[in-house]
Structure formats: C-alpha cells, structure tokens
T-cell receptor
Framework: AQSVTQLDSQVPVFEEAPVELRCNYS??????LFWYVQYPNQGLQLLLK??????LVKGINGFEAEFNKSQTSFHLRKPSVHISDTAEYFC????????????FGTGTQLKVEL | DTGVSQNPRHKITKRGQNVTFRCDPI?????LYWYRQTLGQGPEFLTY????????KSRLLSDRFSAERPKGSFSTLEIQRTEQGDSAMYLC???????????????FGQGTRLTVV
C-alpha cells in the first residue's frame, strides 16, 4: 500500500516570491508521482508527473518538482508565484501497472497575497 | 469540449433519498474512476472500470453505493438511502488503458457536489 504526506495544510506567500510545497510518500514498491492543482469548485488538473529518468520535472504554469528517492520526497516549487496560483495542490502516487489508482495526500492550500 | 463531463454539478437531497450521478469520460479512454473528496481532504478512490468491467472497489464503497458502466461508455454512481456522511464532492476521472501511452495520467471531471440535509 502507498501513502502520501503533505505536512503543510496552508502556505501563505506574497506575489512574486518563491514557494515550495512539500510532499513525502511511503511505498514498498516504486511509484509514479504526480502533482495536481484544484481551483475552487473545479476538478483536478495535472501540473506535472514523474515516471522515470531525470529527477527534475517541469510542468505547466512554471511549476517544477524534484524526485528524491532517498528521502522519498517530491516537492513542488515555483520561483515566482502569481495571484492566479492561489489554489489547492495535491500530491499523488500510483504504482506502475497498478490500474492508475491514485493515492492522494490531504492537500496544501496555497494562498498568494499582494 | 472533449474533457470528462459530470452531471449534475450540484445535488441537494434529503436524508434517506436515492441519488444518481453520471460521468461521461473522454471518448477514447477505456478506464474510468470514481473518487470521493470531503472537505479538507484529498480525493479517495472508490472504484474503477476497464471498459464495462468493474475491476476494483474500495472498502469505502458500502453496499448503499453502486456503480455501473454499461457498454463501456458513460458511468453512473448511485447512492441509496443517503446519509449526511455521504455529503462530499464525487469526482470522476478517465485514462487510456495503455500506461505507456500517457504514463498513467488520469483526467478529472469537475465533480458533483452532494449535500445531504
């Protein structure tokens, strides 16, 4: 079984500042890793994913994440946030061949302030 | 719009009533998933289909819940004798069968928000 921990439930940040949203996972097998974003009253949209290869992955809207196998982490970063980045961010994992069933963390609310 | 479509977007029902939600996946996607999301939590897996076959059900899916996907196209999720604890956002997602094609990406609909009063 897999589990995902997002320790920060809320992250306030000023516009144009950098941000990091933390994600740690636990799994006895290798996993694919994802970050999804959810705007109010909307479904989830994929930001980026790590399947294999380079541990630094780039996604949409200027976000990137780095996979660290030894620390079982997949932290999300953006060098300069915008007001429009205010949303809930979810980290998720699925084992390869595991039916695409995603296990999500509890989410991090990113609030960008002027 | 070729994304995942869910109807209705909102549903308010009285405790004890039955409700049914519909999900239309992306047309070429063989796999369809249902998730439930309560306030302050991440989505939790309920069940998934490959074509018309329901391959896995979570223990969260009590016997009051039933899901179908006739003909492997749209899917319905029915909740019988609703309880206040069923209040949540119900999300549908779809993905292609082949992991090699998209790397296991799931595309989500906007969800159906259920409120049981």
């Amino acid at each position: 079984a897999q589990s995902v921990t997002q320790l920060d439930s809320q992250v306030p940040v000023f516009e144009e500042a950098p941000v990091e949203l933390r994600c740690n996972y636990s799994s006895s097998v290798s996993v694919y890793l994802f970050w999804y974003v959810q705007y109010p009253n909307q479904g989830l949209q994929l930001l980026l994913k790590y399947l294999s290869g380079s541990t630094l992955v780039k996604g949409i809207n200027g976000f990137e994440a780095e996979f660290n196998k030894s620390q079982t982490s997949f932290h999300l970063r953006k060098p300069s946030v915008h007001i429009s980045d205010t949303a809930e961010y979810f980290c998720a994992v699925t084992p390869p061949g595991g039916g695409n069933k995603l296990t999500f963390g509890t989410g991090t609310q990113l609030k960008v302030e002027l | 719009d070729t994304g995942v479509s869910q109807n209705p977007r909102h549903k308010i029902t009285k405790r004890g009533q039955n409700v049914t939600f519909r999900c239309d996946p992306i047309s070429e996607h063989n796999r369809l998933y249902w998730y439930r999301q309560t306030l302050g939590q991440g989505p939790e897996f309920l069940t998934y289909f490959q074509n018309e076959a329901q391959l896995e059900k979570s223990r969260l899916l009590s016997d009051r819940f039933s899901a179908e996907r006739p003909k492997g196209s749209f899917s319905t999720l029915e909740i019988q004798r609703t309880e206040q604890g069923d209040s949540a956002m119900y999300l549908c997602a779809s993905s292609p069968t082949s992991l090699a094609h998209t790397g296991a990406e799931a595309f989500f609909g906007q969800g159906t928000r259920l409120t049981v009063v």
